[in-house]
């Protein structure tokens, strides 16, 4: 059971480009997130997905874009990206109510340096 | 606006010792109040978790308390050991909508042996 998986785990940008950090998870969750972990600021909400189809803003959500392609897959996107996006990128997921332990379950984390 | 505040930042422990660490809420419609732990390079991983109609929960050597009307939580680790060396968050979130959870800043604990 991998759980939450996490692509790539490293990677260095230049200021203006683009690229996507992809995400997966096996365990039929509906809920997932993505958030960005920064020194002393814990971590920030940047999207979330209730559902296939779905997302919504989180808290720091500006730069970026997100897919829902299917309920397993939630990847983000970065289409200029700037070197205040260098941070550590972790992708998440949520059981619903009743669907078994009611917690979020992150992934192993993507190091992003935009120089 | 920082909904949920973490207090101390680091903290430094003998083995054996107890690890304290606070944190404060302001959100009433918060209804799951998790703890987790993080080492270097990982994801973080869930430790212990209490809801608020319970104002104490122990899983082994962890324990969280929880004051409902001071909207305050802790994490207490008893006879701390060099492997509990960590950083730790403690978070919240409501159990409707978009059941995201909203972090403290974050305590990095190290058990000296």
């Known amino acids: 059971n991998a759980g939450v998986t996490q692509t790539p785990k490293f990677q260095v940008l230049k200021t203006g480009q683009s690229m996507t950090l992809q995400c997966a998870q096996d365990m039929n969750h509906n809920s997932m997130y993505w958030y960005r972990q920064d020194p002393g600021m814990g971590l920030r909400l940047i999207y979330y997905s209730a559902s296939e189809g779905t997302t919504d803003k989180g808290e720091v959500p500006n730069g970026y874009n997100v897919s829902r392609l299917n309920k397993r897959e939630f990847s983000l996107r970065l289409e200029s990206a700037a070197p205040s996006q260098t941070s550590v990128y972790f992708c998440a997921s949520r059981s619903s109510p009743g669907q078994g332990v009611n917690t979020i379950y992150f992934g192993e984390g993507s190091w992003l340096t935009v120089v | 606006q920082q909904q949920v505040k973490q207090s101390p930042q680091s903290l430094i422990v003998q083995k054996g010792g107890i690890s304290i660490i606070n944190c404060a809420y302001e959100n009433t419609a918060f209804d799951y109040f998790p703890w987790y732990q993080q080492f270097p390079g990982k994801g973080p991983a869930l430790l212990i978790a209490?809801?608020?109609?319970?104002s104490e929960k122990k899983e082994g050597r962890f324990t969280i308390s929880f004051n409902k009307s001071a909207k305050q939580f802790s994490l207490h680790i008893m006879d701390s050991q060099p492997g509990d060396s960590a950083t730790y968050f403690c978070?919240?979130?409501?159990?409707?909508?978009?059941?995201?959870?909203?972090f403290g800043s974050g305590t990095r604990l190290q058990v000296q042996p």
């Open positions: 978070a919240a979130s409501t159990d409707t909508g978009r059941r995201a959870l909203t």
């Open positions: 209490i809801r608020p109609d319970v």
